[in-house]
């Protein structure tokens, strides 16, 4: 099988995969609220954390067009306004990802430091890419829209951790299920944030370049 064929393949197999995290990370929001929440503290802050949900559930739904070709080159337009819709919502997401993650952890200190680390890296990202295509530099923001969205989809991915890992379990103490949350959230970001670099520097040789580059397309 030729390079390119493997090429293709793999990027099928990416889009196929994030399809189902997006869907599965849409049906998590919904289901939300359709349960009592297990952390007392998103009752409390409920406006937050509806906020959360809700605008994480219209990123998952969002992000995946501005990744495919043929609607950025056919609708340009559509992906400018898009991209803009989506720093914005990204945006309200990290500061709220931040603030249930200081403020009502549901599993204490050491999960408010990993999710604030990646809150804070989500939300990097987002500015970094803004940032870039207001300079024109198409490559260094397309890598750094790439790594927003991989930690974007990151709890799509935790409860597809999470939740496998409790029925194992059986009937888990309430710090095996805090621990549980803990190695779910760091495993999955940390996968996702490892495979966009691998993606980026690795498979799809995407160039660094410092220079400004012709815009094509782009989120602003």
């Given at each position: 099988?030729?390079n390119?064929?493997?090429?293709?393949?793999?990027?099928?197999?990416?889009?196929?995969?994030?399809?189902?995290?997006?869907?599965?990370?849409?049906g998590?929001?919904?289901?939300?609220?359709?349960?009592?929440?297990?952390?007392?503290?998103?009752?409390?802050?409920?406006?937050?954390?509806?906020?959360?949900?809700?605008?994480?559930?219209?990123?998952?739904?969002?992000?995946?067009?501005?990744?495919?070709?043929?609607?950025?080159?056919?609708?340009?337009?559509?992906?400018?306004?898009?991209?803009?819709?989506?720093?914005?919502?990204?945006?309200?997401?990290?500061?709220?990802?931040?603030?249930?993650?200081?403020?009502?952890?549901?599993?204490?200190?050491?999960?408010?430091?990993?999710?604030?680390?990646?809150?804070?890296?989500?939300?990097?990202?987002?500015?970094?890419?803004?940032?870039?295509?207001?300079?024109?530099?198409?490559?260094?923001?397309?890598?750094?829209?790439?790594?927003?969205?991989?930690?974007?989809?990151?709890?799509?991915?935790?409860?597809?951790?999470?939740?496998?890992?409790?029925?194992?379990?059986?009937?888990?103490?309430?710090?095996?299920?805090?621990?549980?949350?803990?190695?779910?959230?760091?495993?999955?970001?940390s996968?996702?944030?490892?495979?966009?670099?691998?993606?980026?520097?690795?498979?799809?040789?995407?160039?660094?370049s410092?220079?400004p580059?012709?815009?094509?397309?782009?989120?602003?």
């Amino acid at each position: 099988m030729s390079n390119s064929m493997i090429k293709t393949s793999m990027r099928w197999l990416l889009m196929v995969l994030i399809g189902f995290l997006c869907i599965s990370g849409i049906g998590a929001a919904v289901f939300y609220f359709f349960r009592t929440p297990n952390n007392p503290g998103f009752i409390e802050f409920s406006l937050t954390t509806q906020s959360h949900v809700i605008l994480g559930g219209l990123f998952m739904a969002l992000a995946p067009f501005q990744l495919i070709k043929r609607v950025r080159t056919r609708w340009p337009l559509f992906h400018r306004w898009s991209g803009r819709l989506l720093v914005f919502i990204g945006g309200i997401i990290a500061l709220t990802a931040l603030f249930m993650a200081v403020v009502i952890p549901f599993s204490g200190w050491l999960e408010s430091v990993i999710n604030s680390f990646f809150a804070l890296f989500f939300l990097l990202s987002l500015v970094k890419g803004l940032y870039y295509i207001r300079r024109k530099q198409i490559d260094l923001h397309r890598q750094w829209m790439i790594r927003a969205f991989a930690v974007g989809l990151g709890p799509a991915t935790m409860r597809l951790i999470f939740v496998p890992a409790l029925i194992i379990a059986g009937q888990p103490t309430h710090e095996q299920i805090m621990m549980l949350s803990i190695v779910s959230f760091t495993v999955a970001f940390s996968v996702h944030i490892a495979f966009a670099e691998w993606w980026i520097r690795g498979f799809n040789k995407t160039k660094r370049s410092e220079q400004p580059a012709v815009v094509e397309l782009g989120v602003m």
